[in-house]
C-alpha cells in the first residue's frame, strides 16, 4: 500500500489500533475521549532510519518499555505485551511503503460510548492503543545538526516529580513544553531550556542537554524533572566508549554560558549543537569538535556501518515478513 503524501509530507495510509491495522482516515477518537479533555495519555517517539543494511528502527525495544512502563505509572493496561508492540511496530512500517520514518505509538483512555464516563476519574474509561507514523526530517532544521540552534532559557519551571511524574511520558507534561517551546519560537529562538524548582537546569522543551568543559561531559542528573531519554543513555554509552568522562550532576544556568560546547539529545532532535544561550555565545559559536565526534560515532551505528557499545542490539531491521526482526548493527 502506497504512503499517503500530504503537502510533500508522507504519512503512512495505515495504522495500527488495539491489534488491528486501519485507514489513516478511519483513525478517529470521539470528541469526549477522556484524554482529550484530561492529557491521559502517554506515547513514544522513535525513528525508524535507511541504514547501509535497509530500513531500521532505532532502539525499539527500549522504547516501547518505556511505554508500557509510562502506562503502568498512569495505571493503563495496554492489553499488549512489549514484543506484540514491537511486532506491530515493524509489521506496519513494511506496509507503510516507508523506508524511513517517525513512528508514534500512543496510549490513551478513550470513551465508552455504551456506557459514557466523563468525569476525571479515568480508571472507568477503556484503554486505547494505536501505533502511526511519517516522514518527519531533521525537528530543529537540517542545518541544525552542522551549524548549531540559538536558544534560551524559559521563564517556564520544568514539572517536578510529586506533581506529575517527570519519567513518565505522558500527554499532560508536553502542556510544559508546549509552553517553552511557544516562548522561544515568539522571542526569536529555535528552543527553550527549562531550569527545575530549584533553580537548576533541567532539559529543553522535548530534549535533554549536555556540557561539555575542558574534555569531560556533563548532563543533569536522572531526577525529579528530567525524563529518561533514551537518545540521552545511547550519548553516555557511546562517550564512555570513546574514553570521554561523562558526569551525571547537578547542572547550574550560568554553566551553560562557560560551557566550552552544549549540544541537544533526543529522538526527534537527535544530537542538535547549541551555539548561544540568551544571546551569549558558546564556545566558538558553532559545533564543537566533541560534539562532532560523538555525532560521528551516533549516526555511524544508526547507519549500521559500526556496532553499538557492547555490541548491543540497538537496531531492530524491517526486512521482509518472516526474517529475523532484530540485529546488531
Not at 482516515?25 to 506515547?43: C, E, K, N, W
Not at 492503543?129 to 537540517?142: F, R, S, V
Not at 552542522?146 to 517556564?156: A, L, P, Q, T
Not at 560546547?261 to 549543537?273: H, K, M, N, R, V
Request: proline share 4%; hydrophobic share 40%; with cysteine.
Amino acid at each position: 500500500m502506497a504512503e499517503k503524501d500530504v503537502n510533500t509530507m508522507k504519512i503512512s495510509p495505515v495504522v495500527w489500533k488495539n491489534g488491528e491495522v486501519i485507514k489513516w482516515d478511519d483513525a478517529r477518537v470521539h470528541v469526549m475521549t477522556h484524554a482529550l479533555h484530561y492529557g491521559s495519555s502517554v506515547f513514544e517517539g522513535i525513528r525508524c532510519y535507511e541504514t547501509s543494511q535497509g530500513s531500521a528502527v532505532f532502539r525499539l525495544t527500549e522504547h516501547i518499555q518505556r511505554l508500557l512502563n509510562s502506562a503502568k505509572i498512569y495505571r493503563m493496561d495496554t492489553r499488549f505485551t512489549r514484543d506484540e508492540i514491537c511486532n506491530a511496530t515493524v509489521d506496519l512500517i513494511r506496509e507503510s511503503g516507508l523506508e524511513s520514518c517517525y513512528i508514534r505509538p500512543v496510549v490513551f483512555r478513550g470513551l465508552d460510548e455504551d456506557k459514557p464516563s466523563f468525569g476525571v476519574y479515568g480508571l472507568l474509561n477503556p484503554i486505547e492503543t494505536y501505533i502511526a507514523m511519517w516522514q518527519w526530517g531533521k525537528y530543529l532544521g537540517e542545518e541544525a545538526l552542522e551549524n548549531g540552534i540559538d536558544v534560551c532559557v524559559s521563564s517556564w519551571t520544568r514539572i517536578t516529580s510529586n506533581s506529575m511524574p517527570a519519567m513518565a511520558k505522558a500527554g499532560a507534561n508536553y502542556m510544559n513544553s508546549q509552553l517553552i517551546k511557544m516562548e522561544a519560537k515568539q522571542l526569536g529562538f529555535a528552543e527553550g531550556i527549562a531550569l527545575d524548582d530549584r533553580g537548576l537546569v533541567s532539559e529543553g522543551s522535548g530534549e535533554n542537554i549536555f556540557l561539555v568543559n575542558n574534555g569531560k561531559l556533563y548532563t543533569p542528573a536522572l531526577g525529579a524533572s528530567i525524563l529518561p531519554g533514551i537518545t540521552r543513555d545511547s550519548i553516555i554509552q557511546i562517550a564512555r566508549e570513546m574514553g570521554i568522562e561523562v558526569i551525571e550532576t547537578a547542572v547550574q544556568r550560568a554553566a551553560l554560558y562557560i560551557a566550552d560546547e552544549l549540544f541537544f539529545t533526543g529522538t526527534a532532535a537527535e544530537i542538535s549543537p547549541i551555539r548561544s544561550v540568551d544571546h551569549i555565545k558558546v564556545g566558538s559559536g558553532k559545533r564543537g569538535p566533541i560534539t562532532e565526534a560523538i555525532q560521528k560515532e551516533f549516526f555511524a551505528i544508526i547507519d549500521a556501518t559500526r556496532p553499538a557499545p557492547n555490541n548491543a542490539p540497538w537496531l531492530t531491521f524491517v526486512g521482509e515478513a518472516g526474517e529475523k526482526k532484530t540485529a546488531v548493527a
